[in-house]
């Protein structure tokens, strides 16, 4: 997950929560204040989940870095909601004697240790790490180049974490998603949503900030 040292009680974030509007709407996510907002869908991703949605992400890193003045100085807010300090390893089996029940028995045992330590290590870990939040949410906040959006990976393993929220220290543009959405909104300029648009013919469409997200899903 980390992409760079994001110092505590840094300005980086407070500028959102004043702009955002009603919490399930465009605007819940991106502030307003932007020329034009789109949606970019990643239902039809291949591979699907977190994987496609990197693979997105990295396809849109060069459009989006070619617009801001700080392409290397960009900030990631990840929702603190994923169970990074949650995670446990799962031992299916069905023995068939007691002796093997036994052994099954310990290694579940085992498996419950590992979690614990892992789980404690990461949550030490991600209690230092800097945080905010926003309405209904809140984020862990990494920094560095826009290129880290599609390179974020999460505390607990391997798997990849894409950010939620993301955009440039100078803010000519800001990308929002959420958990319960298939796809994310993108803010900015004529210029730059219609370079998007580009890129991703037939995947992006214009949407009110003040539209519901289910509204502007359909």
């Given at each position: 997950m980390r992409a760079?040292?994001?110092?505590?009680?840094?300005?980086?974030?407070r500028w959102i929560a004043?702009?955002?509007g009603t919490f399930g709407t465009v605007g819940?996510?991106?502030?307003?204040?932007?020329?034009?907002?789109?949606?970019?869908d990643h239902r039809a991703e291949e591979p699907?989940?977190?994987?496609?949605?990197?693979?997105?992400f990295d396809q849109l890193v060069p459009v989006l870095g070619s617009h801001p003045s700080t392409p290397d100085d960009c900030w990631f807010a990840i929702w603190e909601g994923y169970g990074f300090d949650t995670s446990v390893t799962l031992l299916a089996a069905t023995p068939s004697d007691g002796a093997e029940r036994r052994e099954l028995d310990r290694e579940r045992q085992r498996l419950r240790e590992d979690?614990?330590?892992?789980?404690?290590?990461?949550?030490?870990?991600?209690?230092?790490?800097p945080s905010f939040d926003l309405p209904n949410r809140r984020y862990y906040l990494v920094r560095g180049a826009v290129t880290a959006?599609?390179?974020?990976?999460?505390?607990?393993?391997?798997?990849?974490?894409?950010?939620?929220?993301?955009w440039p220290e100078d803010r000519r543009w800001f990308v929002g998603g959420d958990t319960d959405l298939d796809w994310c909104y993108i803010a900015g300029s004529e210029h730059l949503v219609s370079a998007v648009g580009?890129?991703?013919?037939?995947?992006?469409?214009?949407?009110?900030?003040k539209a519901s997200n289910a509204?502007?899903?359909?």
């Amino acid at each position: 997950m980390r992409a760079g040292e994001a110092r505590r009680g840094v300005a980086g974030p407070r500028w959102i929560a004043p702009l955002l509007g009603t919490f399930g709407t465009v605007g819940g996510l991106v502030p307003q204040g932007y020329e034009r907002y789109v949606l970019l869908d990643h239902r039809a991703e291949e591979p699907l989940g977190w994987d496609g949605v990197c693979w997105l992400f990295d396809q849109l890193v060069p459009v989006l870095g070619s617009h801001p003045s700080t392409p290397d100085d960009c900030w990631f807010a990840i929702w603190e909601g994923y169970g990074f300090d949650t995670s446990v390893t799962l031992l299916a089996a069905t023995p068939s004697d007691g002796a093997e029940r036994r052994e099954l028995d310990r290694e579940r045992q085992r498996l419950r240790e590992d979690d614990v330590q892992r789980n404690t290590s990461i949550r030490t870990a991600l209690n230092r790490h800097p945080s905010f939040d926003l309405p209904n949410r809140r984020y862990y906040l990494v920094r560095g180049a826009v290129t880290a959006a599609a390179k974020m990976r999460r505390p607990d393993g391997e798997c990849p974490q894409p950010p939620d929220l993301w955009w440039p220290e100078d803010r000519r543009w800001f990308v929002g998603g959420d958990t319960d959405l298939d796809w994310c909104y993108i803010a900015g300029s004529e210029h730059l949503v219609s370079a998007v648009g580009a890129e991703f013919p037939g995947r992006t469409r214009a949407v009110d900030w003040k539209a519901s997200n289910a509204a502007a899903g359909e």
